[in-house]
């Protein structure tokens, strides 16, 4: 149901709810309700993707709101696909990129108004935030690219930039209480969860998701080589080895970043809210896997986490491309990298585009494909698309293929605690 559709909607409501002397009592069933099955997406770029080429064609929405909104994020995957709904899907798509976790519910991020403003009266909302709060982006800079500058001992050299780094995100995911993720998450959810889009609906369901381990452990050949520095024209002045102990500490920052959503899907106290740990499906399609090689950290469709490189094809259909950019470091169009127009830096956040300073404003300057690195491409979006739909399916959620129809009690307008503010009752017709 389209915003505009429910203003109106809410506005032919408004004299029954203040008991218009037409009618002391209205009853609106269930079953006149939109049978479009509604539900929404809400979070940081891991929920809406990062859309990197006007050229391609990726954009959701043309780019509304500067969310950079993929077309192959796994909101719309699951849009696209049929099968497991009963009927058609009504897809809020609020996610944008660059957003914390005020930005949720709070407060606006730029042009775009707080995410559960825009999702409706859904049965449903994936939930996928909290990275940008812990920095994800800034440690990725950091530690895996370097760019420009002078960044010190490579980790764990307590003295380096990136050590540095870890030691004050990790403080932050670690903290108890005021001024740490567990209580900025839970508060977040429970401010959610008593939104009037949600609040009243016994058959809703929130769906809390984890974010990937980047890496495959072990020793490898990925403790030789680098992401930052590439070929004959390098990137910075340093190019910091990959490391089995590099990557051992990013995955554990964000195992401990996903029990901490668990435990808040789980301290809510509300049988409607779920964790799903996404992660284990990623296994085998990591960077650093051992049947993969050097090259295939860039352009191999089976590493389902984009690298730093160009939005060519996935591998590119030319491999000189690929060569190119790996050995001469140079876009197809023989623009390099160092010469990109306005010298945009490459210290842009990657988790979401917003500037190093997490503050979840606009997603700021730049190539979108430069901000992409660290996100999940399409073999990974659509593993969780397929994560999500089992769920919905096995909790029988209204309107899921194989669930019962919601309750057919009807709602009474002017009973207390219903308003025209609450469309929980008066717009969705239940109580």
């Known amino acids: 149901m389209s915003i505009f559709t429910k203003c109106y909607y809410l506005l032919a409501l408004l004299h029954i709810a203040r008991g218009s002397p037409l009618t002391l009592k209205s009853h609106i069933s269930v079953s006149k309700r939109d049978n479009s099955f509604v539900w ?27 969310c950079h909104r993929w077309k192959d994020s796994y909101g719309p995957i699951m849009e696209r696909n049929t099968t497991w709904t009963t009927g058609l899907q009504t897809f809020n798509f609020a996610a944008c990129s660059g957003a914390i976790l005020s930005n949720i519910v709070a407060s606006s991020q730029g042009d775009n108004p707080p995410q559960m403003s825009l999702v409706g009266s859904p049965q449903m909302i994936t939930y996928h935030a909290g990275g940008n709060n812990c920095g994800f982006g800034a440690v990725v800079s950091d ?15 307590p003295s380096g930039k990136c050590a540095m780094q870890l030691a004050d995100r990790n403080a932050y995911i670690n903290r108890a209480g005021d001024g740490g993720l567990y209580q900025d998450e ?3 959810v429970v401010d959610l969860l008593n939104h009037p889009a949600v609040k009243d609906n016994k058959d809703f369901r929130l769906y809390i998701l984890g974010y990937a381990h980047f890496f495959n452990l072990g020793a490898n050949y990925c403790d030789d080589i680098s992401f930052g520095a590439l070929a004959s024209v390098p990137l910075v002045g340093n190019a910091p080895k990959v490391s089995n102990r590099l990557r051992t500490d990013l995955n554990d920052g964000v195992e401990r970043v996903n029990q901490i959503l668990a435990r808040v899907a789980n301290d809510v106290g509300d049988p409607r809210v779920k964790f799903l740990d996404i992660s284990p499906a990623f296994n085998g ?9 050097y090259k295939d950290q860039w352009y191999n469709a089976d590493v389902w986490l984009w690298n730093f490189n160009t ?3 996935d591998p590119p259909a030319d491999p000189a491309l690929m060569d190119a950019w790996l050995d001469g470091n140079h876009f197809p169009d023989d623009t390099t990298l160092p010469n990109y127009p306005g010298g945009t830096p490459v210290g842009v956040e990657m988790q979401g585009g917003v500037v190093t300073d997490g503050s979840g404003g606009s997603t ?3 190539p979108t494909w430069f901000q992409r690195p660290f996100h999940p491409k399409q073999g990974g979006t659509q593993a ?8 919905a399916l096995a909790d029988k959620i209204p309107g899921v293929v194989g669930s019962s129809p919601p309750t057919t009690r009807t709602c009474d307008c002017n009973e207390s605690g219903c308003s025209p503010e609450s469309p929980a009752c008066c717009a969705n017709g239940t109580c």
């Open 384 to 391: 969780i698309a397929d994560i999500v739909i089992a769920q």
């Open 311 to 313: 939005p060519a094809d």
């Open 143 to 157: 530690c895996i690219y370097q760019p420009w500058g002078d960044f010190g001992p490579e980790y764990p050299d």
């Open 40 to 66: 929404a997406s809400v979070g940081d770029s891991w929920a809406a993707g990062v859309s990197y080429s006007p050229t391609q064609h990726t954009d959701y929405d043309d780019d509304k709101n500067g």
């Open 186 to 188: 839970i508060n977040t």
């Open 285 to 293: 399609h990591r960077f650093c896997e051992n049947n993969h090689n």
């Open 364 to 366: 700021g300057p730049g």
